[in-house]
């Protein structure tokens, strides 16, 4: 559906030359909910600018539907960019119009015959759930009700393709909640592709199939949200799922714990997060163990379990519980004080 092929954005600046975008290569499916990651100034608005042309990537190519969108004349690209809707983290409606104007505008723009743009507009007001709001202003809406705006105006020209860059960095969790939930309703409803940005981790995990993680430009790791969270590779990676699946014990546990004893932390993927390896465990083998954190979480609708056990035997009698846990496709760490 989109495909970035070695996309590379040099932005020049009076101070020199700044890489916005570093030799990108993605693939990104028809309907499919595609996450990217990064910290400020890795480069996730840029990739998702070049996307639709608002910025002219250096080198590369941009493929929507195998057209090479930097091939387009302006007329052509002006027609295919009405297919790839965005919204943005500060909703950028115009304050003077009501929200059924804000979503008729995008409609006008697209050159939409009169007679139909009243019928569409209730159609999309309904969609994002604010039918009795079309003749307020933005001022009178909240921060969740100005992004359903945004949302309903980025879907007036029916797109294939939805931007979101931190659509909902500036609401708070419920309302990042409600919005996340019809971002996925309007996916699974109308089959859009939906490319989303965010910081967030906890985003990708509520709402993404795929996700890339972006550094410097690059995109250092991608793969399914699932096994990015459950065996992620780079050392940024990890500390982007830390902030969603870590835990760490505090200082004052670690001091009671026994000093002879190991703290295991224990990973169970798919099947296994839902057996009872741990008391299987307990039974087969003459350690004692105690739970010191445990939590099954659960990614689209893959469980993905955690604990943290402190273990107490001899070392034969600990190395052979390992081993039983890894037989059993439990992935096994040792881990220390922190
Ligand atoms: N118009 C521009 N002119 C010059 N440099 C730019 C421009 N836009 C972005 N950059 C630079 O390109 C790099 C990537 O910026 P980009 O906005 O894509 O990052 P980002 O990952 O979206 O960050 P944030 O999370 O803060 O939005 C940064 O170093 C930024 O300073
Ligand atoms: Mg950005």
């Known amino acids: 559906m989109i495909q970035l092929i070695d996309l590379y954005k040099l932005y020049k600046t009076n101070k020199g030359t700044v890489v916005g975008v570093d030799h990108v290569n993605l693939h990104i499916q028809k309907g499919e909910i595609f996450g990217i990651v990064g910290y400020s100034g ?58 059924f104007e804000n979503v008729a505008l995008a409609l006008e723009a697209a050159d939409t015959p009169k007679a139909s743009i009243e019928g569409k507009v209730k159609e999309l007001l309904q969609l994002v759930g604010l039918a009795d709001k079309a003749d307020n202003y933005p001022a009178q809406l909240s921060g969740g009700q100005k992004q359903r705006v945004g949302i ?81 590779l780079e ?42 390896i741990i008391s299987d465990l307990l039974k087969e083998s003459g350690i004692q163990a105690n739970i010191l954190h445990g939590k099954i979480d659960y990614i689209g609708d893959k469980p993905l379990g955690i604990f943290i056990m402190e273990v107490t035997g001899s070392n034969e009698e600990i190395a052979d519980a390992i081993r039983y846990l890894t037989d059993r496709s439990c992935i096994v760490e040792v881990i220390g004080r922190a």
């Open 42 to 99: 890795a480069g996730k608005s840029s990739v998702l600018r070049c996307i639709n042309l608002l910025e002219q990537p250096t080198s590369g190519k941009v493929l929507v539907n195998g057209v090479d969108l930097t091939s387009l004349s302006k007329n052509e690209l002006r027609k295919a960019r009405q297919k790839i809707g965005m919204i943005f983290q500060h909703f950028y409606l115009v304050n003077s119009k009501t929200v």
């Open 152 to 232: 309903a105006r980025a879907l007036a020209n029916d797109p294939q393709v939805l931007l979101c860059d931190e659509a909902t960095s500036a609401l708070d969790p419920t309302t990042t909640q409600a919005i996340l939930a019809l971002l996925r309703e309007i996916n699974r409803k109308l089959g859009l592709t939906i490319i989303l940005i965010t910081h967030e981790m906890e985003v990708v995990k509520e709402l993404c199939h795929r996700v890339a993680i972006m550094q410097s430009g690059k995109v250092i790791e991608e793969g399914s949200v699932y096994e990015i969270f459950a065996n992620p």
């Open 235 to 276: 050392p940024l990676t990890r500390e982007f799922i830390s902030n969603v699946l870590e835990f760490k014990l505090p200082d004052k546990l670690w001091d009671k714990l026994d000093p002879a004893g190991k703290v295991l932390k224990l990973l169970f993927r798919d099947d296994a997060a839902e057996q009872a």
